[in-house]
């Protein structure tokens, strides 16, 4: 891993973290995305788990920077033991560049939004999988262009900073071309609206490719521009 790139990401997290209204679940989103336990966390800085857990839960004062520096630091150390597979995929998305229209809105959210609430704001009907998830963010993708245009390593960065997101594929007919495209590439999403039909011209095979891979899958007929300005205009 060059140390530039580790040394911009590191930068990202921590600066995230520090300008968090919520600084401890921002740094829990940061562990969780790089499939960390607060267990493995607690032990790499030499401190009792109760530690991270009161950070990330509020029940202690907000560490400093030189203390978020020490966990951000740890967090992408513990991912290299491991083969830096995280480190790779998020430090790509700081100078990544994805064709031109391919997406539409991309934005992520400093606290988590349960699905439930994200579906009600959007109009989405639920189709199969779990509600009382949390999302981190959202990708509006031009489901023809993304598929047509891009490579598998260039499709991971629709994610933005965190898979725990909703991507919302528009311009789709029965929603099977973008589940396959996710079912070839190795991050799922948490969750897949389907945008412009409704849950009858949904292919059958389609929810049980996201079920497979965990996926929430709901569908919307709603107008895309109408989308976006709701969730722009939400206070997350």
């Given at each position: 891993m060059e140390s530039g790139l580790r040394h911009r990401l590191a930068e990202k997290m921590a600066g995230e973290i520090t300008l968090s209204d919520s600084p401890g679940k921002t740094l829990k989103k940061w562990r969780l995305s790089f499939d960390i336990s607060q267990g493995q966390l607690s032990e790499y800085l030499g401190v009792s788990p109760s530690v991270i857990s009161d950070y990330e839960s509020g029940r202690r004062?907000?560490?400093g920077t030189a203390i978020i520096g020490r966990i951000v630091d740890s967090i992408l150390a513990i991912d290299e033991g491991k083969g830096g597979r995280y480190i790779h995929k998020y430090a790509s998305l700081?100078?990544?560049e994805?064709?031109?229209?391919?997406i539409y809105d991309l934005h992520d959210y400093?606290?988590?939004i349960d699905l439930s609430t994200f579906a009600n704001v959007i109009g989405a009907e639920v189709i199969s999988g779990q509600v009382n998830l949390s999302i981190y963010g959202y990708t509006v993708i031009d489901s023809l262009?993304?598929?047509m245009n891009l490579t598998a390593s260039e499709f991971?960065?629709?994610y933005g900073w965190s898979t725990e997101r909703a991507l919302i594929f528009t311009g789709v007919s029965n929603g099977k071309s973008p589940m396959v495209a996710i079912r070839v590439t190795p991050f799922k999403p948490r969750c897949v609206v389907l945008h412009g039909i409704d849950s009858e011209k949904v292919h059958p095979i389609v929810p049980k490719m996201a079920e497979k891979d965990n996926i929430t899958l709901m569908c919307t007929t709603h107008e895309i521009e109408d989308i976006v300005e709701r969730l722009r205009e939400e206070k997350w």
């Open positions: 004062k907000s560490p700081l100078f990544a994805i064709g031109d229209g391919v400093k606290n988590p262009k993304a598929i991971n960065r629709i």
